[in-house]
């Protein structure tokens, strides 16, 4: 049983029966009243998202999580193919429950996957990828007082925020939990 000071930023939780991942929580006390946790948490099977507060003693269930080495093969319309590092079976994942990591996964991307009662339900990306500029805009002359960015294209498809002097072509770096540029490789 977790308490509230020990429900933070990406702990798994078990609630009715499913896995829910922390994707925000901020402790608020106020003058003379007990200690609230308001959280906002994601649904690893369906995707979907609900807000819950937490008053002072209120306890939470962590959810037993089971993490796999996989490595991505491909993705099709509706699903994420992968296979497990170990036993080499393939299998998939839906794509609406990954909230996004797919733009971010080339071939043969080592990943963790996440299994709540044998059932994958989530995948964990390395923290930083390499990936390469398919497309960017030239840089604007004269427009370069401060931290100017431009939209750059990945070849994964994935579209993000990059500094003037990246260029088509150019390896660069992605924080994969902020989804922003990191550096050029």
């Given amino acids: 049983m977790l308490s509230i000071k020990e429900i933070k930023l990406g702990k798994i939780l078990h609630i009715n029966n499913e896995p829910f991942v922390v994707i925000r929580a901020e402790h608020h006390k106020q003058a003379r009243s007990g200690a609230v946790l308001k959280t906002k948490l994601k649904n690893l099977i369906t995707g979907s998202v609900i807000e ?3 008053q002072g003693n209120d306890k939470a269930d962590e959810a037993q999580i089971e993490k796999k080495a996989a490595n991505y093969l491909y993705r099709d319309d509706s699903q994420v193919y992968l296979m497990d590092n170990k036993s080499y079976e393939q299998f998939s994942i839906e794509l609406d429950t990954l909230g996004g990591k797919e733009r971010f996964l080339k071939d043969g991307t080592d990943v963790d ?5 044998n059932t994958p339900v989530s995948i964990a990306l390395p923290i930083k990828v390499e990936l390469k500029v398919t497309s960017a805009p030239p840089g604007v002359k004269g427009n370069t007082a401060g931290n100017v960015m431009k939209t750059v294209e990945l070849e994964t498809g994935a579209t993000i925020q990059a500094p003037l002097f990246i260029n088509a072509g150019d390896i ?7 989804e922003e540029y990191s550096e050029r490789v």
């Fill in 113 to 117: 996957v996440m299994y709540f009662n």
């Fill in 52 to 54: 819950r507060t937490w």
């Fill in 172 to 178: 660069i770096r992605v924080n994969t939990d902020s």
